[in-house]
């Protein structure tokens, strides 16, 4: 078998594994895919969580528990649609309109996630019965007692990653 014709049996199967989402990495091959078996949460292989170093406990009167802190960490929203267009098609929505999705930090910037880290921002559904909007109520309702001092900031942050929909009452809050 000449070289080119190697080369181009080859590279077919490269592009129909490129065509059903799979990239290569050095020396690995990898689904570029998220699972929505995990929802209301993300999938943890994809969105783990990430935190922001400059939040901690002992920063916290001076960095989360000043009104509008966040607004001077939040990313920009041309930032933001850009990583929710491509995770839309990484958790395979059928739905892909933007407009059905925040681009959610899993770990609140209220409660020290990393701003920018795609480990921590994923495309919510704005539709369900537990959406975007039903997390936020809990994310301000965990700010105000983290800043009251009635729960640790770590505590927070484990409670909602391990379940936002019941981090309220795993606290004792509801």
Not at 99 to 126: C, R, V
């Amino acid at each position: 078998m000449s070289r080119i014709r190697r080369t181009i049996l080859t590279a077919i199967p490269t592009m129909a594994l490129a065509t059903i989402g799979l990239t290569f990495g050095v020396g690995t091959a990898h689904a570029a895919s998220c699972s929505q078996s995990y929802l209301p949460l993300p999938d943890p292989s994809c969105q783990p969580g990430a935190l922001n170093p400059d939040v901690t406990q002992s920063t916290i009167d001076s960095t989360i528990c000043v009104s509008g802190w966040t607004a001077t960490v939040r990313p920009s929203s041309s930032y933001t649609t850009a990583l929710k267009k491509k995770q839309i098609v990484e958790y395979g929505y059928t739905d892909t309109s933007t407009s059905d999705y925040e681009e959610d930090h899993f770990i609140p910037l209220e409660l020290g996630g990393s701003p920018k880290s795609a480990l921590n921002l994923w495309p919510e559904p704005e539709y369900g019965t537990k959406t975007a909007g039903n997390k936020d109520t809990v994310e301000n309702k965990l700010k105000k007692a983290v800043c009251a001092g009635d729960v640790s900031l770590s505590d927070a942050q484990d409670a909602i990653v391990t379940d936002w929909t019941t981090a309220l009452s795993d606290l004792g809050l509801s």
